[in-house]
């Protein structure tokens, strides 16, 4: 599917046109929307103590706060990445980000639980154009390799930033301002990065492609997402096997057949199912889903460790996460100098390696574990997700035709969005499963020799503890293991070299 050499033909030159300096700015521009974006889906959980309390709903109710955002964002992302291919990167992406400032500005001046909602997805519709336009663009305005991959590991390494700074902003921000701040703190900024998408990102598309919009395709691929993310996110509290969770796999199952005979027969596919014939192309993604399935279903536990068993408040347990930020950001540029000196596959490989030996140390925390016992794991685990990180977007931009770039990017972010929601499902489960399974083997092997009321008491309530917190070890071990299944995939990685040649793109 992907040929050795490949040129990007365009309606615009990148921002080499107008001067070759300014093409970091345009890193810099996606680098706010992407932050933003990314931001508000961790920074929103914080504030949901607060909106409960303002509008007297429960827990549940709070929590189709985030799941209206998750499906939203999930089902629209493959949508905008064929619309940036076809009418314009730059439009879809400035559309994109004054949306999800629009929604954002909405989202601060809720009423009720039902307005909060309907703004929560007219941000997630919008800031879901932001990656696969993002990438695009930077793949289009840095067309050598070497500077293409240190820009998309640059960028990359955000994802990880920006969940981990979302605690650290939004605790200072909801104690001092409220709730609704955490939503208006996007305007300033967004303002700002509107202003550089407009003065600094140049225009990409390829009009000759279009034959046709595929409605039905993006229809029914939607259609699929909601209902498997929505039994992602719900079916713990639901039951797996649940009515409500059959029918959501019924729905998958059927909208995902419907989806694929479309795309068999669209001349302008949402989705080239193609993608899927390429070796490249199907071990990155498969790399991508085990790896982000095992440390998002693992990390979102960390939290809860050090607030449950170390006795750290939410503010303590963010500071636990500055040095991982660091660590990512620090590891990112690293891997991605290695382009063209290593085989990609190997340094996915190592990389993925490394992370499931930061995960593998989780596996000895207990109570008496310190700061210092939590955060070398995670600087572990984010040094060696971030050597990667570059390798991996750039393995994605490699393998795909030229005009097809935003397509598989948004492809991409699907994947890892899929797969984070299904690790969070997972472990959640297996911990549950984890627990009771401990307190049976503990208790047999436990005896209590004085049978007092007090005692009783605390026997049981250390058998508890025990089973709790060796649950989380054997948790992490399984995190660990499916990143080294993921790490196999990686080794088959053989990423094809491909020149974009700005020479041939013709500016408007």
């Given at each position: 599917?992907?040929?050795?050499?490949?040129?990007?033909?365009?309606?615009?030159?990148?921002?080499?046109?107008?001067?070759?300096?300014?093409?970091?700015?345009?890193?810099?521009?996606?680098?706010i929307g992407t932050f933003l974006g990314r931001l508000d889906q961790t920074i929103v959980n914080l504030a949901l103590p607060n909106i409960i309390t303002d509008f007297h709903i429960t827990v549940s109710q709070a929590g189709w706060i985030g799941t209206a955002y998750i499906l939203a964002n999930a089902v629209f992302v493959p949508i905008w990445g064929k619309l940036g291919d076809t009418i314009g990167r730059k439009k879809v992406y400035i559309i994109g980000f004054i949306g999800f400032l629009i929604g954002s500005v909405l989202a601060g001046l809720a009423w009720n639980l039902p307005s909060l909602i309907v703004f929560r997805i007219i941000q997630a519709i919008s800031g879901s154009a932001d990656y696969p336009t993002a990438m695009a663009i930077l793949t289009v305005t840095f067309p050598k390799q070497q500077d293409r991959s240190q820009a998309l590991g640059?960028?990359?390494?955000?994802?990880?930033?920006?969940?981990?700074?979302?605690?650290?902003?939004?605790?200072?921000?909801?104690?001092?301002?409220?709730?609704?701040?955490?939503?208006?703190?996007?305007?300033?900024?967004?303002?700002?990065?509107?202003?550089?998408?407009?003065?600094?990102?140049?225009?990409?598309?390829?009009?000759?492609r279009v034959v046709k919009f595929d409605w039905f395709g993006a229809i029914s691929l939607g259609a699929a997402l909601a209902t498997l993310v929505l039994v992602l996110d719900q079916g713990t509290s639901w039951g797996w096997l649940s009515t409500s969770s059959m029918l959501c796999y019924l729905g998958t199952l059927v909208f995902g057949f419907i989806f694929i005979l479309i795309e068999q027969r669209h001349p302008e596919p949402i989705v080239d199912l193609k993608f899927f014939q390429n070796p490249v192309f199907v071990n990155t993604l498969t790399n991508n889903f085990i790896v982000f399935m095992g440390l998002m279903g693992s990390i979102f536990l960390v939290p809860i460790f050090a607030q449950t068993f170390l006795g750290y408040s939410a503010t303590q347990t963010g500071y636990l996460f500055i040095p991982m930020a660091f660590g990512l950001m620090a590891a990112a540029p690293f891997g991605a100098s290695l382009v063209g000196k290593v085989k990609p596959g190997i340094v996915i490989g190592f990389s993925t390696?490394?992370?499931?030996?930061?995960?593998?140390?989780?596996?000895?925390?207990?109570?008496?574990?310190?700061?210092?016992?939590?955060?070398?794991?995670?600087?572990?685990?984010?040094?060696?997700?971030?050597?990667?990180?570059?390798?991996?977007?750039?393995?994605?931009?490699?393998?795909?035709?030229?005009?097809?770039?935003?397509?598989?990017?948004?492809?991409?972010?699907?994947?890892?969005?899929?797969?984070?929601?299904?690790?969070?499902?997972?472990?959640?489960?297996?911990?549950?499963?984890?627990?009771?399974?401990?307190?049976?083997?503990?208790?047999?092997?436990?005896?209590?020799?004085?049978?007092?009321?007090?005692?009783?008491?605390?026997?049981?309530?250390?058998?508890?503890?025990?089973?709790q917190?060796?649950?989380?070890?054997?948790?992490?071990?399984?995190?660990?293991?499916?990143?080294?299944?993921?790490?196999?995939?990686?080794?088959f990685i053989k990423v094809p070299e491909r020149k974009i040649d700005p020479e041939l793109m013709m500016a408007e």
């Open positions: 599917m992907a040929t050795s050499t490949a040129t990007i033909p365009t309606t615009q030159a990148p921002a080499k046109a107008k001067g070759d300096s300014l093409k970091w700015w345009v890193l810099v521009t996606v680098i640059i960028w990359s390494s955000v994802f990880g930033a920006a969940s981990v700074f979302g605690p650290l902003i939004g605790g200072p921000l909801i104690d001092t301002f409220g709730w609704r701040s955490v939503f208006l703190v996007n305007l300033p900024v967004g303002i700002i990065g509107t202003f550089m998408a407009l003065t600094f990102v140049t225009e990409s598309k390829l009009p000759e390696l490394v992370a499931a030996f930061g995960l593998y140390l989780f596996s000895f925390l207990d109570v008496r574990s310190t700061a210092i016992d939590v955060m070398i794991p995670l600087v572990i685990m984010a040094g060696g997700l971030g050597f990667g990180m570059a390798q991996r977007t750039n393995a994605v931009a490699q393998a795909v035709p030229p005009h097809e770039i935003g397509v598989a990017s948004s492809v991409l972010a699907l994947v890892r969005n899929i797969s984070g929601a299904f690790g969070i499902a997972l472990f959640g489960s297996l911990l549950d499963w984890a627990e009771k399974r401990n307190v049976l083997n503990i208790s047999s092997l436990s005896h209590l020799y004085v049978h007092t009321a007090a005692n009783m008491q605390t026997y049981t309530t250390l058998i508890i503890l025990k089973a917190v060796d649950a989380y070890g054997l948790i992490y071990e399984i995190a660990a293991g499916i990143l080294v299944i993921g790490a196999l995939f990686a080794f």
